[in-house]
């Protein structure tokens, strides 16, 4: 059972990550369901529409038309599955990687610039030992 305390860090702290989150994504051009594929095939490899749906917790339908979108700018590329001829795998082509890398570039500028501006440097080096924190939370 979490003390009082640990349950106030933890509200707050959610509440910050969320209001954090929303306005880095601000800085988006590609939808938020179109990144997340997009990051999932970077980071897991190639993988089916099926596969992509599992690990993102969409209806495989839903998937379908994110993929479809990405197919259409070149982001993506099909290719047929080693070891099953009923199903094709999905990559990033390299106009992809280049869409995800910007992505990845605008938000961590956005926030770099917000912590050069709103942070004193005993407050950046506070954050930069809390990132570590929460790195170790998530791992969890």
């Known amino acids: 059972m979490p003390t009082p305390e ?6 707050e702290l959610r509440g910050a990550i969320g209001k954090l989150t929303r ?5 988006d051009r590609i939808p938020l369901g179109q990144v997340a594929v997009l990051g999932a095939l970077d ?7 099926s596969d992509l749906a599992t690990d993102q917790r969409v209806r495989p339908q839903s ?3 994110a993929v479809g979108l990405l197919l259409e700018q070149g982001l993506l590329t ?3 599955h080693p070891t099953d001829g009923r199903k094709t795998l999905l990559d990033l082509t390299e106009a992809g990687h280049a869409a995800l890398d910007a992505e ?4 961590a500028g956005w926030l770099a610039q917000a912590i050069e501006a709103e942070l004193s440097a ?9 990132a570590g924190l929460m790195e170790r939370l998530a791992a969890r």
């Open 43 to 49: 980071r897991d490899g190639a993988m089916t529409t």
């Open 104 to 107: 990845r570039g605008r938000r």
């Open 78 to 80: 099909r290719r047929p």
């Open 6 to 11: 640990s349950a106030a860090v933890a509200a």
């Open 23 to 27: 306005r880095v994504k601000h800085e």
């Open 122 to 130: 005993e407050e950046r080096e506070l954050l930069a030992r809390a």
């Open 63 to 65: 998937m379908a038309r």
